[in-house]
């Protein structure tokens, strides 16, 4: 059975003007990684170990990212395991190695940090509007959905796994999918 939260969080608008929206988390038991899956954060808190930003919601899950990502590799086709070393023996991407998780669905995520880290997000790749440099050491995701997220890693890096990634579905660009 899904259970619903919701908190009031405070946000400044362009103008400068402090507003109050309702945030709602739904507590899931199963959830299936999409192309409507935005990112997926570590979640923190004593039951969940995953908040998972999609463009129907926002949900929190019992997986850890990783597991999220295997399974997803999986109904995909393969394992998390296949795709890294298909990108780090064609790209070389030793390290925060970019995944084509579905050729078919045309799904493909980064991670901020290492997958072993547990402030490491994923982002989906083709959800991503821009991105701002907030710090040196922090940076807004702006995505096509409207929403905003911080993500404790400075812009360089994240522009360079957006390179990544896109180096990665430019290998696999013959898949109509990505055009």
């Known amino acids: 059975m ?38 997926l954060l570590p979640a923190k808190e004593f039951l969940h170990d995953t ?23 999986l109904e995909g086709g393969s394992t998390y395991d296949g795709r890294r070393k298909a990108m780090v023996y064609h790209l070389k991407y030793e390290h925060q190695t970019p995944i084509v998780i579905s050729t078919a669905n045309g799904i493909c995520a980064f991670p ?14 083709h959800h991503v509007r821009n991105m701002m440099p907030l710090s040196k050491h922090s940076t807004i995701v702006h995505f096509h959905s409207g929403l905003k997220l911080e ?16 180096r990665c579905i430019s290998h696999y660009s013959n898949n109509p999918v990505y055009c």
Do not use: H
């Open 2 to 39: 899904n259970r619903r939260t919701c908190d009031y969080v405070g946000d400044i608008n362009s103008e400068g003007n402090q507003r109050t929206m309702i945030v709602c988390e739904e507590i899931v038991l199963e959830y299936e990684i999409s192309r409507t899956t935005e990112a």
């Open 151 to 166: 993500v404790p890693v400075s812009y360089a890096r994240l522009q360079k796994q957006m390179e990544r990634m896109g």
């Open 112 to 125: 901020t940090e290492s997958p072993d880290n547990l402030d490491c997000f994923w982002i989906f790749y």
């Open 51 to 73: 908040r998972i930003y999609d463009r129907s919601g926002v949900y929190l899950s019992k997986k850890s990212q990783i597991d999220l990502i295997c399974d997803a590799c």
